[in-house]
C-alpha cells in the first residue's frame, strides 16, 4: 500500500540525493584536477583557470552556477569547459539512482537473496534498512571509481591515496553495518541465503579474494600492454575487489575487457586518424553501474562450497 507521505518522502529524499550528488560532483572537479597535481584540496578557493581570479561563491554553485553564466567566466569572459557541470549532473544523477532503486525499490535489482525480506514500506524502516546503508556503500564506491577513471581520462596517474581512502570507508561502513559486507558477499546471491550464516572472517576472506581478483586482472592488463592503459586500471580493480568480492570483480573486469575489444575493433574499421573511445577505468566504471542495475539477471555462482 503506497500512501501519500511515501510518495512526499520518496519525492523530497530523491531531490536531497540529487543535490547531494551535485555538491560532491563539484567536488570531485577539484578533486580530479589538483590530486594528481599534488596540490591541496581542501582550504582551496576555485578560481578561473585562465585569470585566476576566485570564482564567487553564488557562481560556484553545482550545475545552476555554470549555467547562469552561460559557461563564461564572469571577469574574463574565457569559456568554461562543460565538463564540469556535466560530471556534477552525473554524481547528482548516479546518487539519486543509487537511492531510487535500492532504497525505494528496495534494491530490486539486487540478487534474490536480498529480495523478499524487505516488503514493508521503505519508509518504516528507514534509517535503519540494511539497504540504506548499502546504498551509501555503493555510492562511496562510485564516487571514487568515477574519480579514477576521470583522472585517467585526463592521462595523469591516479594517486593511491584515493584507493586507501577508500579501503578505510569500507572499513568503516563495514563497522558501523556489518549487513554491508554480507550484501557484497558472493553467498548473497543464493535464494535461500541467510545473513547470519556469514561470519566476519567469511566477509574478510571474500574482500581479500576481491582484492586479490583485482591485483591478478589489473597485473594482466598491465603485462599485456592492452591500448592506452595508464596504471589506473590496477588501483581502481583492487578497489573493486575489496567493495564487491570476487565474483562482482570477475564480472565487471570481463564486461570491461568485451567493450576494449569491441572499441578496439570499432576504431580499426572506422580507420579514423583521431582515435575515438575511452580508457578501461571509465569503462569499469561503467560496467559496474552495469552490473549493479541488472545483476539479479545474472548467472548466480555458488562459493558457498569453497574450500577455505
Ligand atoms: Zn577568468
Not at 170 to 197: G, M, N
Request: charge should be positive; charged fraction near 15%; hydrophobic fraction near 50%.
Amino acid at each position: 500500500m503506497i500512501d501519500f507521505l511515501t510518495i512526499l518522502a520518496t519525492i523530497v529524499f530523491v531531490i536531497y540525493a540529487f543535490v547531494g550528488g551535485a555538491c560532491f560532483g563539484s567536488f570531485l572537479n577539484v578533486i580530479v584536477w589538483r590530486l594528481p597535481r599534488k596540490k591541496p584540496i581542501l582550504l582551496a578557493r576555485s578560481h578561473c583557470p585562465k585569470c585566476e581570479k576566485d570564482i564567487a561563491a553564488s557562481d560556484n554553485i553545482p550545475i545552476i552556477g555554470w549555467l547562469r553564466l552561460a559557461g563564461r567566466c564572469r571577469n574574463c569572459r574565457e569559456s568554461i569547459s562543460v565538463k564540469y557541470p556535466l560530471i556534477e549532473t552525473v554524481v547528482a544523477v548516479l546518487f539519486a539512482a543509487l537511492f531510487l532503486v535500492i532504497v525505494v525499490m528496495h534494491g530490486v535489482t539486487l540478487p534474490q537473496g536480498w529480495l523478499g525480506k524487505h516488503h514493508a514500506n521503505w519508509l518504516s524502516e528507514f534509517p535503519r534498512c540494511p539497504l540504506f546503508a548499502f546504498s551509501l556503500h555503493q555510492m562511496t564506491l562510485g564516487y571514487l571509481l568515477l574519480a579514477i577513471a576521470l583522472i585517467d581520462e585526463d592521462r595523469m596517474k591516479s594517486p593511491w591515496r584515493i584507493v586507501l581512502f577508500g579501503l578505510l570507508l569500507h572499513f568503516c561502513f563495514d563497522c558501523w553495518k556489518p549487513i554491508v559486507r554480507y550484501i557484497d558477499s558472493p553467498l548473497a546471491q543464493i535464494t535461500d541465503f541467510h545473513v547470519p550464516e556469514l561470519t566476519f572472517y567469511d566477509a574478510c576472506k571474500y574482500s581479500l579474494l576481491g582484492g586479490v581478483v583485482g591485483v591478478i586482472f589489473g597485473g594482466v592488463g598491465k603485462l599485456c600492454k592492452v591500448p592506452h592503459v595508464a596504471d589506473n586500471t590496477f588501483e581502481q580493480l583492487v578497489m573493486l575487489g575489496v567493495f564487491m568480492g570476487p565474483i562482482v570483480t570477475v564480472l565487471v573486469s570481463i564486461v570491461s575487457a568485451s567493450s576494449l575489444v569491441m572499441q578496439t575493433f570499432g576504431n580499426r574499421i572506422l580507420k579514423k586518424k583521431q582515435r575515438v573511445g575511452t580508457g578501461i577505468p571509465l569503462q569499469i566504471f561503467c560496467a559496474w553501474l552495469l552490473l549493479l542495475f541488472t545483476w539479479r539477471w545474472w548467472p548466480v555462482v555458488d562459493l558457498s562450497s569453497f574450500p577455505f
